[in-house]
């Protein structure tokens, strides 16, 4: 069993390591981005990674206020699913429209998952970054493109 403090400090190693891993690498638009805290641009639409002692977690989180307007990005984010699916390379996202996150505030949630990791064991990390780096990239790479779209809604 780790300690608060010890699982606090392993998570921290964790996302600095992620963050000098992914440093070098440019947005699709050419531009230095911060990869851990990815900035949409679009208040209430972002991007987010999370790990644990026994899985990993990729995900678009709408996070709205105003749950039409949640629900109309969502809407949005499905008429633009090809799209992302191209860009992902990949179809087997969990979409979830208006659930209830763990502070009892509504969401809507695209995620993929990576089970059988840990992230509290260095030897895990390997398996974690190479999660993460293709498909935040590939997130990026979507969102160059998208994002202009979600200015109008």
Do not use: C
């Not at 990005?73 to 996150?101: C, P, R």
């Amino acid at each position: 069993m780790y300690s608060r403090q010890e699982v606090s400090k392993l998570k921290q190693e964790f996302w600095t390591a992620f963050g000098k891993y992914m440093k070098p690498v440019l947005s699709a638009d050419g531009e230095a981005v911060s990869w851990i805290n990815y900035k949409t641009g679009i208040s209430g639409i972002g991007f987010k990674m999370d790990a644990d002692n026994k899985q990993a977690t990729i995900a678009i989180v709408l996070s709205q206020p105003d749950i039409a307007l949640q629900q109309g990005h969502y809407q949005h984010f499905q008429q633009l699913k090809n799209m992302l699916v191209e860009a992902l390379g990949e179809d087997d996202w969990s979409w979830q429209e208006g659930i209830t996150d763990e502070y009892g505030k509504v969401i809507s949630v695209i995620s993929k998952q990576q089970t059988g990791v840990n992230i509290l064991r260095n030897e895990d990390w390997p398996a974690v970054i190479s999660f993460f780096k293709p498909r935040i990239i590939a997130l990026d790479e979507f969102w160059s493109m998208a994002k202009y779209s979600f200015e109008s809604l």
